[in-house]
């Protein structure tokens, strides 16, 4: 088994199916959930997969942070930009060297965000996000004069956060680093997604793999809620702690499913005219399956709303 492109794909996701096998059924009864012949081939995925690893070191994608409070950033590549202006993509809008979170914002980067204002005494606006006061299925607990986090949930996508309140963490990105923070553009967010990639999918083509690299309506979503469903399984019935899954090229995680992510793009009417009351989420969540025939999944929301489903990561401008 080869490591040339696409190759390392295949093979962690033989190391996924393996270890989910193996988790799921117990170390002492693998034989009862795979056969000799399968639990063989996905030992061999597994070697394959560090090999691969091993092998591919030297393109290792390397990260960076521009100030303490600042997320974990990403360099995306300029001839990517390139590469997806050649292949004909209209209204290719945005920048073309840029960096992009790794993660999608987590619960405790924004109660982090929070907590500044709050010990500068600056206002935290209700139309920014939703607290446990007002939804109880928020994550972000006004307790004691400050922010708090559910326990465990400290590294979960913070969500029921609005346009305006993803915008509003931007700017105070800004501030602390002396650097442009800011939403991507729905384009400048395809590109980090694709990853140089020329599949359906910045992983491949086969919509059965999604379940290695993406928290998405699956088997176990199904099973709680009736809806329908890609014929894998990620363990997930609502958003997942991010890093959770198999990243891109790019070493960006959940840019497809776990929740919708804000951009900075207004809702296209027609090819003259936009709504910039909405804006556009592209990713799709853990509850929203649907994807163009670009693998894509891109939606609008108006800037003001708030949704289990909806999160954000940020752009760094270079």
């Known amino acids: 088994m080869a490591c040339g492109r696409g190759a390392d794909s295949r093979n962690l996701s033989g190391v996924r199916m393996f270890a989910k096998t193996f988790r799921k059924s117990g170390a002492g009864r693998i034989g009862a959930s795979l056969s000799f012949k399968s639990f063989f081939f996905n030992v061999i995925f597994v070697f394959c997969g560090f090999w691969c690893h091993a092998a591919s ?12 409070d600042c997320p974990e950033m990403v360099r995306v590549k300029e001839s990517d930009f390139s590469s997806f202006m050649k292949s004909g993509s209209s209204g290719a809008a945005g920048k073309r060297k840029f960096a992009i979170g790794r993660y999608e914002v987590t619960n405790e980067e924004y109660a982090d965000f ?9 206002e935290i606006k209700d139309a920014w996000f939703d607290g446990k006061k007002n939804n109880p299925k928020s994550r972000l607990i006004f307790k004691g004069g400050r922010i708090q986090i559910a326990k465990g949930y400290e590294r979960h996508p913070v969500a029921f956060v609005s346009w305006v309140g993803a915008v509003a963490y931007t700017d105070w990105l800004s501030e602390k680093s002396g650097q442009t923070y800011r939403l991507p553009t729905v384009e400048e967010w395809v590109i980090a997604n694709k990853a140089g990639s020329r599949h359906k999918f910045f992983y491949g083509d086969e919509l059965e793999d999604m379940c290695f690299y993406a928290n998405v309506v699956d088997i176990s979503y199904a099973s709680v809620n009736k809806a329908a469903f890609v014929k894998c399984d990620d363990l997930n019935v609502g958003p997942a702690r991010v890093g959770s899954f198999l990243p891109n090229k790019y070493k960006l995680f959940d840019t497809t499913g776990n929740v919708k992510e804000w951009t900075s ?7 003259k005219e936009e709504d910039c009351e909405s804006r556009m989420t592209a990713g799709g969540s853990f509850s929203n399956l649907g994807w163009d025939d670009k693998g894509l999944t891109r939606t609008a929301e108006p800037k003001t709303s708030k949704s289990e489903q909806v999160g954000f990561r940020v752009l760094l401008e270079e």
């Open 57 to 68: 070191a030297a393109e290792e994608v390397v990260s960076f942070v521009s100030c303490k």
């Open 114 to 122: 929070l907590n500044d204002l709050l010990k500068g005494r600056k």
């Open 265 to 271: 793009s207004c809702k296209p009417i027609n090819k």
